[in-house]
């Protein structure tokens, strides 16, 4: 048996060793792979989002058209594989073995691995990847000059900072005014973002591992799928925010799918964010503000929430929870 599918149509606790397999289009999604022996195994267009594939054997798999978004490859031997147009999008790659690999098309953008590795291993120029800052020919302090403009005129003056797919971890963003600029995708890798504006800032799939953000205000900002692994957030502002004009209605700040494992966020403020699947593997939350935040299908394994305020909060299959 592969997998047995739960209440909510999804696999999991899966033990699979056939090797070759043949599972051509089929959704795995938060599938429980870890150690599989798939070696040489055809699994074309296979959705195998936010599944655990740790330490997998996947050497000579053909994955073309594989969705692995979200997924954990930690470890895992993609030795040979021919992963031509497949999407890794905020994929765990680290440790990965690629010598071989077929890259053609491949969506790495936002994915975690390492880049010296995986440039020593495999041809990757033909795959989709986060590009340096330098290519886009221009002055940091010059584009958040424009930003700064385009946020005070509303739009009428200045330039959006647009900045998608960019690593900018070679800079220092504390107190930047940041407000509704385009950040997704991006490398921001142990940055420090301490006390910056971020209102309604897309920042999706954006790495933001050890990252900085104490203090910052990410009111409304989009964090889907972004990984915050150890990151800081301590003292910041990730609530929901007023939408104009209408006093009853709230745009809440988007961490659905975000990696927020050991992340320090004693005294951050969540109210009303959306934290559906989020994973908060020993996250320090104590006395965090998380009353009416979407908490469902979230991992709190291990988490520390003393003195959090969880009240009106959705707890629905949360992980790791333990009331009282």
């Known amino acids: ?23 051509v289009c089929v959704v795995a999604r938060r599938a429980d792979l870890s150690y599989a022996k798939m070696a040489n195994a055809f699994v074309v267009q296979t959705d195998f989002s936010d599944a655990n594939l740790y330490r997998v054997k996947m050497s000579g798999a053909d994955l073309r058209n594989a969705t692995l978004t979200g997924s954990i490859l930690e470890g895992a031997d993609l030795t040979g594989c021919n992963m031509t147009g497949a999407n890794l999008q905020g994929a765990v790659l680290t ?9 053609e098309g491949t969506d790495l953008r936002g994915a975690i691995y390492d880049k010296v590795a995986l440039s020593a291993a495999v041809d990757a120029t033909a795959a989709r990847r986060v590009k340096p800052f330098a290519d886009l020919g221009v002055d940091m302090a010059h584009v958040l000059r424009e930003h700064a403009k385009w946020i005070g005129s509303s739009g009428y003056t200045g330039t959006q900072a647009r900045l ?47 990252a900085n953000l104490s203090g910052a205000n990410l009111r409304g900002a989009n964090l889907r799928r972004a990984t915050l692994i150890r ?24 961490l659905e799918l975000a ?22 593997t020993a996250a320090d939350l104590s006395d965090a503000d998380l009353s009416n935040a979407d908490l469902e299908n979230a991992n709190l394994s291990e988490a520390n929430l003393r003195g959090a305020n969880l009240t009106g909060a959705n707890l629905k299959n949360v992980r790791g929870y333990k009331p009282g």
Request: hydrophobic letters at 45%; proline letters at 2%.
């Open 95 to 103: 440790n990965a073995t690629w010598t071989g690999a077929i890259l």
């Open 1 to 23: 048996m592969l997998a047995q599918s739960d209440r909510n149509r999804e696999l999991r606790a899966v033990t699979y060793e056939a090797s070759p397999a043949d599972m």
């Open 259 to 280: 990696k927020l494992c050991g992340a320090q966020m004693q005294s951050a403020v969540l109210r009303g964010a959306r934290l559906l699947g989020a994973d908060l």
């Open 164 to 210: 998608s797919e960019l690593d900018l971890s070679e800079f220092n963003f504390a107190k930047a005014h940041l407000s509704a600029a385009q950040l997704d995708y991006c490398i921001l890798a142990g940055v420090d973002l301490s006390q910056s504006e971020l209102l309604m800032t897309n920042l999706a799939y954006a790495d933001l591992r050890g």
């Open 231 to 254: 990151a800081d957030l301590r003292r910041a502002d990730i609530a929901a925010m007023d939408k104009v004009g209408s006093a009853d209605s709230q745009w809440p700040a988007d």
